[in-house]
């Protein structure tokens, strides 16, 4: 195991560099890896996702910077809340993870889908805390046939749970035309149905209030948008579209769909390495 240097001494990690933390009274599960010869990265993963999304990107990235990931609030192996939660709670979960961890240090954000309003909030809300954005397929705002389907989606994990939604969710976030690995698509499906109905449910209602549209153009820092060639949610054109409202942003695409750092690791990989390290498109 990595020792850890300073800044990174203000949390007792386990052997494993797993460990918990206490976030206005709701219990987040993190791990925290790496060399800290670079600027830090967060992990921010995407509805239905845990740590576990990232176990193909973290890797890598840890062989430059610290990285550290975390369970959002009712999911993986954090609490499984009861309460509703807004946008404002899981970025305030964020705000206090990061402080326990390296409270003077500036961090780069990479997120996925629902994980990339987290980020975009809190960047727009610390500006001086973070070096960059990465958003992989980001869930900035939601239209309103798409706040229907999450509410009926979130309503239908409750009553029956998460096996009355799991393929049709699949459908659109891992369309057929990318399942070349099926043992990688049957790992994913039954991550997904061990999700905590209730924690499922909440986090696709507090994704269905989105509209971060206006925050996007009070981005400072330097922000990269990755759309999936094949996003049946996020497609190409509307991911430009967000980054177009973001000064000097930059956009680009990879062959996969909404769940792309699953999907393409190697080429979402290559993508936030080239961006994070100085050399961007």
Known sequence: MNSLSEP????????????????AGVSLRYVLDGCDTAEPVVLIHELGGSVVSWDAIAPALQTSHRVLRYDQRGQGESEKVRA?????????????????VAPARRWWLVAAAA??????????????????????APALDVDMSRRDYLRERAERARRDGM???????LAQ????????DPQAFER????????????????NDALADLDLSAQLPALRCPCLLLAGEHDL?????????QAARIPDSVFATVPAGHLMAVQRPADVLAKIHAFIDGDRP
């Not at 939660?85 to 964020?94: E, G, K, R």
């Not at 994980?115 to 992989?136: H, S």
């Open 233 to 241: 949610q996020r497609p190409p054109a509307r991911v430009a579209a």
């Open 163 to 169: 096996r009355a939604i799991v393929d049709g969710t």
């Open 115 to 136: 994980g990339a309003a987290i980020a975009v909030d809190y960047a727009t809300k610390y500006p001086a805390r973070v070096a960059g954005i990465v958003m992989c």
């Open 188 to 203: 994913y499906r039954a991550r997904l149905l061990a999700n905590d109905p209730v924690g499922y449910a909440l986090a």
């Open 84 to 100: 509703r939660f807004s946008l404002a709670d899981q970025t305030d979960d964020l705000r206090t993870l990061l402080d326990a």
């Open 173 to 180: 976030s891992w369309p057929p035309v990318l399942r070349d």
């Open 8 to 23: 990174f001494t203000a949390l007792s990690l386990t052997d494993s560099n797993q460990a918990w933390i206490d976030a």
